[in-house]
């Protein structure tokens, strides 16, 4: 049986590569293509590359007995090919893992290519069951014949969201989300920033734009009279509290930008031995550093007026914009609705989802339910129920939110330590400190991963 797997995102090679490890065909279906010499992309891509990452290059926290931390030794444990990627194409960022971008995708197309038990097809899905494309063999809504993984992100096309609602039978949700900056490195005025790591917690790889108390009203000022981007059609946007615009976060007091991505906490200037009153971080884009985004500072104002306010920032006065914020819309399911424990669509289980559109927010979350769905897809693909993955993991806490989260108020999550089942009530009052009782949940999470992995009959561990 083939599996089908729609999206070249994150999630969709993820689970295409991992399908065809454990032995099945894989078609993988991206719209993104050159048609007629001119690329076809959508409104936040810019290129037809798989893996694109639109928004930051950070795949979050590699220090240890952190959520996320833990999720990716999961991941690696299981054998992930987009971790090992990532891993691979790392550039320094701190405690993070940050990747490269481009490196990052052309080793996914690689992998891809060197797979031949996957078959790219680049061409728009438009419906689902019966048959994906015009003049394939036409066959019945049958899950034998028409296993398929949708990972279609948050730009799923009007056509693909309309057939989604029309087997779902639910109104789809969506919310937007924002782009971050991207300047020239050359472009800095090195003599005014400095190169810190939060609490000089890992390697000193951020630069550092301090900000006094003047320079930052100047520049809250001016962000705050900023013209937004088509503001009257955005007026009743409806944002994901986790990825806020700088602009809709500075509406909200002059302080909350310095309690968020200016916090200036553990960034002493060591220039002055003081800590600046607020602090812009930017992070390298790839190994060569020519490029760095703006740590946080996902916007929609228009392009001329990022060019003018950002330029207030210390160290930007002359900077070059390779890229400017942007805003776009993230489509997602009502997964605690429509999923099963196995990501399948509980009213049609020969239909999975996987990454952002499945209710997942963030990168290695993505490729997380990507890994799944293509373990999952691959056992019902053998003739075997699929085993999800446990409640006491990362990886099955993930799932479990987006499946048994309220309806009424779901929204997409990261992984956090709140998603995993806490410790007993008699551990809890013996160990008071916070560090400890996150090194004993990772503990106890990587111990049921590794119960639930060795006794998956269809996967033979891989060693990372």
Known sequence: MRIRVVGGGLAGPEAALTAARLGCQVDL????????????????????????LVCSNSLKSESPNTAPWLLKQEMRRAGSALLRIADRTAVPAGHALAVDRVEFSR???EAIAAEPLIRVVREEVTRLGAPLLQGEDPQTEDSAKHLTILATGPLTSDALSAEI??????????F???????VDADSID???????ARWDKGTADYINCPMDREEFDRFLDALLAAEAAEAKEWEKLDYFEGCLPIEVLARRGRDTLRFGPMKPVGLRDPRTGRTPWAVVQLRKENLRADSYNLVGFQNHLKFGEQARVLRLIPGLENARFLRYGQIHRNTYIQ???LLDENLRLKKAPWLMFAGQLSGVEGYTES???????????ASLAHGEEPVPAPRG??????????????????????ITFDLLEPLEEETRKKVRDKKERHRLVCERALAAFDAWWSAIRHVTPVSY
């Open 393 to 414: 993991c990362a990886l099955g806490s993930l799932v479990h939110y987006i499946t048994h989260a309220d309806p009424k108020d779901f929204q997409p999550a990261n």
């Open 29 to 52: 279906y991206e719209m993104r293509a050159m048609v007629d010499g001119k690329p076809r992309l959508t409104p936040a891509h810019q290129t037809t590359e798989f893996g694109e």
């Open 335 to 337: 997964a605690p609705v």
């Open 165 to 174: 609602e029309r087997i779902t039978g639910s109104g789809r949700l969506a």
């Open 107 to 109: 080793l996914i197309a």
């Open 190 to 196: 090195m003599e005014r920033v400095y190169f810190a």
């Open 367 to 377: 490729i997380a339910t990507g890994l799944l769905a293509g373990i999952y897809a």
């Open 176 to 182: 937007y989300d924002s782009i971050s900056p991207i």
